[in-house]
């Protein structure tokens, strides 16, 4: 009969333990609420949707992030986009806190700026890309500008190198000197003077290789392909802050031999507009 009264009196004070912990307003072990996963509490639920746009004006720093509606349609991309750029945002408030708190000059500082802004550029059947411009103010006489690139393969859900649309160990020294011609032709017709740059580093200015400089693709006159690349050149990579950014396009006649044959059917036709399609002023762009 031992054993039985021990079971019994276990059941009981078992029974009687959970009904105080009812009577006081807690639940029993087997009622418990299941954890809840960490959050970050200083990301709204909004936020946590991916929105597509973010920003933040502190009084020391001002930033902005803003995407295009179509990247709506790719969630992973627009999720993975959306975290990466509010997250450097926030760094970027965090430094420019410090900086200004930390300084002990006579003048203040002016409010720092930081504004990045995604744009749809031209796009396949298969392949999405997107433009990134950048444009941040950390004191100093003017802003700098920068550039990125996102290319998107729609049928595998995936995030591309730009090295893989071409061939693995293919020589672009044909698409490199493409590259460069339609620099000097776009710095001549800007300055109104001759321009002879030559790829390769120098003691003045020089042409980037094509593989040194973020590129999207170029809308093509054939409908669903990429009729050429658009390289993004910063200020300051080919000439003088004043000369502004440089964006190139370059004709896919001119490397469709280094194309890797996965992507082949990605380009035909021919840009609408080839050469500089598009220049940037930092000082009268920011805003």
């Known amino acids: 009969m031992k054993p039985v009264l021990i079971a019994l009196t276990a059941v009981t004070l078992l029974a009687a333990c959970q009904r105080n912990a009812q009577e006081a ?30 920003s933040r004006d502190t009084a020391y720093a ?8 179509a990247i709506a349609a790719y969630p992973d991309l627009h999720a993975a986009i959306y975290g990466e750029e509010v997250r450097g945002l926030r760094e970027f408030l965090e430094g420019a806190q ?13 409010p720092y700026m930081r504004e990045v802004t995604y744009e749809v550029a031209g796009q396949t059947a298969r392949l999405f890309s997107l433009r990134e411009t950048e444009f941040e103010y950390t004191g100093g006489a003017h802003p700098n500008t920068g550039f990125g690139a996102v290319l998107w393969d729609k049928t595998r859900d995936r995030r591309l190198q730009p090295a893989s649309l071409f061939r693995a160990g293919a020589d672009l020294s044909p698409l490199d000197q493409a590259l460069c011609s339609a620099i000097n032709t776009a710095r001549a ?10 790829i390769g580093d120098s003691a003045d200015w020089s042409c980037p290789r094509a593989s040194q400089i973020p590129f999207v693709l170029a809308p093509s006159t054939t409908e669903g392909r990429a009729g050429g690349l658009e390289f993004l050149i910063g200020p300051y990579q080919v000439g003088p802050y004043a000369e502004g950014t440089y964006q190139i396009v370059v004709p896919q006649s001119a ?6 044959p996965a992507f082949a059917a990605d380009f035909a036709g021919q840009p609408p507009r080839s050469g500089r399609v598009s220049s940037q002023d930092p000082v009268t762009q920011a805003r």
């Open 98 to 110: 410090s900086d200004h708190t930390e300084y002990t000059g006579e003048e203040g500082i002016q």
């Open 255 to 260: 490397f469709r031999s280094l194309v890797d």
């Open 25 to 54: 307003g807690q639940a029993s072990p087997a009622e418990a609420p299941a954890a809840q996963p960490h959050t970050d509490p200083q990301v709204t639920p909004a936020e946590q949707a991916a929105p597509l746009t973010y």
């Open 62 to 69: 001002d930033v902005e992030l803003t995407l295009p509606q």
């Open 189 to 198: 017709e800007a300055t109104g003077e001759p321009s002879n740059l030559t």
